[in-house]
């Protein structure tokens, strides 16, 4: 790996481990205020917003500008989010801020991998990439579930700054302000990031027009290119699957969160460490994955998705922690396996088709908009009444039955469209061995 990859790997590490943790603070800051079990579940959602609706920009600003300079920006954004939420901002809003930074950030973070490296060695980078980043989900919840715990959050709230009062008079405050800290150091790798070379693509410009108008005129462009994605015999495939495994894996923090206390009757700092179970099955999936497929393999493992679906129903049954923890793991092994190799391929296909920025912008699209129809979901059945169990049953057999469709859909194609998925898979075999 080229030296420029591991200075990607630890910006991505510290921005994601602040998300992480801060995901665990709000959600606290929301317990201790009093907030609804809705307004809980529905940070998910309300931090994939301006993923959905800035889609057709991200792509193409992180395309126009060097990728490291895109992604300070984005960490910078991510600190606003925080200073809004320390500063009375409904938590809602202000992580939903921290999720236009997370929006940009994203094409940035994955674009520069196809800029940087040969389609040989894309699928062990996104094992790096993803494990690195479940490791990064491990320690950020359980750093977040420490901060806002007894503990670390007496020593935080002890610290006194002579001749500032800074307001900062709960657990979770303490919290959010002292991962602001880590965004910085995020930002310090931002600017060690090297230019790889790549020709930037402007974004497009006509100077008699307004800046909103010239804006608006990148929406065709998206669609287009979100249509050729969805129009390729195997761009639609992985699009499909990595969309709904991004979606599950979105809401599962949550539902890991709210299901440890309904069953275990975990506060939010015991539940933590559930969360990072989970990750760390994640993570041991994604690197078996990295070192054993390959992308002309990527659709053989489209059946563990419909597993997911089913152990996810399965969590209701258990109620002791020492079953929990080997179930977890595995729960998220089986996700791991599946989005690497699926995740290298929709890469591969979009990086052909329309360019790495726009390619990862069309993704993030798809797979935000699943988590927010998922997470909106989950949060409208605890708001109409149903309980945690009843929840968790319901949004198991929407995943399974969804990639059960997606399955078929494959088999559909594989029937019909035998030869063009030959060739685009022979492509593929060789830009493997090139």
Known sequence: MKRGFYTIMSAQFFSSLADNALFVAAVELLRTGGAPEWQRAALVPMFALFYVILAPFVGAFAD????????????????????????????????????LG??????????ILTELLPASQLVKANGWIEGLTI??????????????????????????????????????????ASLIAVYAIAAWFNTRIPHTGVE??????????????????????????NKRLWNDKLGQISLST?????????????????????????????????VGVVAIGTAVGAVVASMRMRLDMATRVIPL???????????NVISNVWVAVPFLILLGGLGGFLVVPMNALLQHRGHNLMGAGRSIAV?????????????????????FGLSAFGAITAFGIVVAGTMWLIQRWHQHNTVHHSEQLEHLLQIARHDTHH
Request: with cysteine.
């Open 363 to 383: 993704q993030n699209f798809n797979e935000q908009a699943c988590i927010l129809g998922l997470g909106a979901f989950y949060a409208l059945s605890t708001m």
């Open 305 to 315: 998705g419909i597993a997911m679906g089913l152990l996810v129903i399965l969590m």
């Open 135 to 176: 490791a990064s989900i491990i320690l950020g919840v359980l750093l977040g579930g420490q901060l806002v715990g007894p503990a670390l959050a007496g020593s935080l709230l002890s610290i006194d700054l002579p001749m500032i009062t800074t307001g900062i008079d709960t657990a979770p405050e303490a919290a959010i």
């Open 64 to 99: 126009s500008l060097p990728k490291g300079k895109v992604m300070f920006v984005s960490n910078a954004i991510k600190v606003v989010g925080c200073l809004m939420m320390l500063f009375g901002t409904h938590p809602l809003v202000a992580y939903a801020v921290v999720g």
């Open 242 to 274: 990595t969309t709904l495994f991004w979606g599950v894996s979105g809401n599962l923090r949550y539902i890991v969160l709210a299901w440890s206390a309904a069953a275990l009757g975990y506060s939010t700092t015991q539940a933590s460490a559930l």
């Open 200 to 225: 930037m693509r402007p974004m497009r410009s006509d100077p008699s027009r307004s800046a909103l108008a010239n804006a608006l005129a990148l929406i065709p462009d998206f669609w287009g290119c």
């Open 102 to 111: 997370a929006a940009a950030y994203s094409p940035a973070k994955y674009g």
